[in-house]
């Protein structure tokens, strides 16, 4: 069991940038596949990014390619989310999510068994 916690979010311009971060307390961050998922109100939860155990490949979703980055940071056992040229439609709950098994890029929300509770990031128009 890992208990994935997410911080960074906050209230940013357009064009603006923000870094997320998600590690659990306890645990070897490397051990484990991360995703980020967000939900704005309204619309279902979509794929945002993902790496693999050890951080050797990634994943993007093709409306956030090319602004945002995924990587693991060993000296704070956290997998950030480097997000620039944020745009309004990128609004909503941020979620970070953890599975430890296999060594594969998992970009549907049904592969993670664990879920942080969210970061809310706001940008504004």
């Known amino acids: 069991q890992v208990q994935p916690v997410e911080s960074g979010g906050g209230l940013v311009q357009a064009g603006g940038s923000l870094r997320l971060s998600c590690g659990a307390s306890?645990?070897?961050?490397?051990?484990?596949?991360v995703g980020w998922f967000r939900q704005a109100p309204g619309k279902e939860r979509e794929f945002v990014a993902a790496?693999?155990?050890?951080?050797?490949?990634?994943a993007y979703a093709d409306s956030v390619k090319g602004r945002f980055t995924i990587s693991r940071d060993s000296a704070k056992n956290t997998v950030d989310l480097q997000m620039n040229s944020l745009k309004p439609d990128d609004t909503a709950v941020y979620y970070c999510?953890?599975?430890?098994?296999?060594?594969?890029?998992?970009?549907?929300?049904?592969?993670?068994?664990?879920w942080g509770q969210g970061t809310q990031v706001t940008v504004s128009s």
């Open positions: 306890g645990r070897t961050f490397s051990s484990y596949a």
């Open positions: 790496i693999t155990r050890g951080g050797f490949r990634s």
């Open positions: 999510a953890a599975d430890g098994r296999g060594h594969m890029l998992y970009i549907a929300a049904y592969d993670y068994d664990y």
